[in-house]
């Protein structure tokens, strides 16, 4: 199975102070890889410099065999690779419908507004709405007045709409009830399945992470200090004492 | 109106239809009013008008955007002094027709524009205060630049404006102040046919995704920089246009009208008049104008010392308009445009709910309701 995501060597931080050191990572297509590690180990950092948030100082990141080199967040959007952020991002002051239009806008060019790419565009926004029909209830109010579970599906929609092939999603299940956070994880495993969608998964939920999982990472104060199957990870009595508390 | 426009909405009139409709309704009143009223208010309307492209184009850069501009009076005096010189140029060559003046407004515009550029390419980078204190020296050092370059434009003392005289086809008697109320209510109402157009489509969905949530709108693949900076080079030539009018109905330029007081004027104005709303916008800019004017007349009424009137005639507008300032935004932290939508909200629930209300109450001589049966 060919490598989708190869990272090498990669250091990244804020204001010069690196958080990350030496991140060397390989997540092949189709696969869900999770990254696990307590508070402040550096995951949500490690998905800001996949995505262009931030800036890495050294390494090499490359997706389906090119170099992204120092590509801004919008074009790696355009490349395919979507990041649904900590804290979820949804736009307050924009309807559920403008919220997932805004996901796919890149798609329709400056000139495209009335073209076939909108009609694709509003397809992508339909298939939203019949995996999380909940959206397609509330598509005309804005997002301030969505749940926490609403807004989580109103953020992986709005990526989803993207058409990313790398997903990188950062604590999906932060206050999400248990059964809402099965649903999410379901989901995910389906999409993968059904459409080799590739998943970078941050997670502080450690057995929905590892369950649903191919492979997995366990990252401590910045550094890989295990990585693998994730079935052996789940089993390795000293690896889950020392780092995933259970 | 409102309801009239919820209808239109629903039967899903285009956007661009719904906005030409509503301009042309607001150009036949308001040209209907110019005759209405005499040549002193005539004038009045048509500031205001030169007010409300800068403070329309502003209100979409703060209130959409989140980028905030303390220089657009610099970029005003960018439009007025390009129009002044364009228009200079015309009657030293003999030229002499009303479609000189629709070309100077563009090339203030344009020059405006470029300005409007510079300075966005170097806001893009920059957030909240920051921004703040580079427009900041904008609007300070821009107009000092007319004093450095004397020769070019003639330093403090300014330049006058040639201007085309009022068409013959309007008759001898037409005033020139209804002459000008027109000019700069037809460009007060391409700006905000322009910006109503831009704000409802997708870039004003990415700029308002821009300021709610910057991080959002970039992982959504929104070019972040690039929306900033187009915002304020849209901006810069609703300002640009708003100087050239300026210029036009004072029929000269000079740095004194376009000091650091105007940006605060135009920043007063959106947010007394609600920022984010192009209707907010119109407010602001008319009570820029009918504020002076009353403070004008509430002095001249007075019984004060001719020292004591002298001072405050320059002052007391600016103390009534920061007055108003502080308690609009304790009564209505939307400006005039949300307090008066609360008002319409309010007065349409009460509408609504009052037919239906009667409903439930029986008449005298109806059936008593039959009972509700439950088949739980």
Redesign the interface.
Known sequence: MSDLLEVEGLTAGYHGVPVLHGIDLRVPAGTICAVLGANGAGKTTLLRAL?G?IRPSTGRIAFDGADLGDL???RL??RGI????EG???????TVE?NL??????R?GWAG?WGAARAGLRRDVAEVYQLFPPLAARRRQPGHQLSGGERQML?LG??LV?RPRLLLLDEPSLGLAPRVVAQTMALLRQLCEQTRLTVLLVEQNVRSALSIADQGVVMSLGRVVAAGDARRLADDADLRHAYLGF | MTGWLHSCRRTSVPTLARHLIGVAVAAVALLGLTYVLDPFHDYQLATAAAYLCAAAGLTVLIGQNGQLSLGHGALMAVGAYTLAMVQNQFGDHGVIAQWTVVVSLAAGVVTATLAGTVIGLAAARLRGPYLAGLTLVVAIALPAVTTVFSGVFHGDQGMSVFLPPVPDQLGVDFPMERWQAWLAVAAALLTLLALANLVRGRFGRSMRAIRDNEVAASVAGIPVARVQVVAFVVSAACAGLGGGMFAVLAQSVSPDAFTLTLSLNLLLAVVVGGSGSLAGAVWGSLLLVLLRYWADQLTGGLALSAGLRTRLAGNLPLAVFGLLLIVVMMAAPGGVQGLLSRAGRWVGGRLIRRPSHRAEVPAPDAEPPAPVVSHS
């Open positions: 995505s948030l801004a967040t919008e959007v355009r979507g990041h649904v952020p979820r991002g949804v736009i307050a002051e924009l403008e239009m805004l996901g796919g806008a890149w329709l507004v953020a709005r990526a993207g």
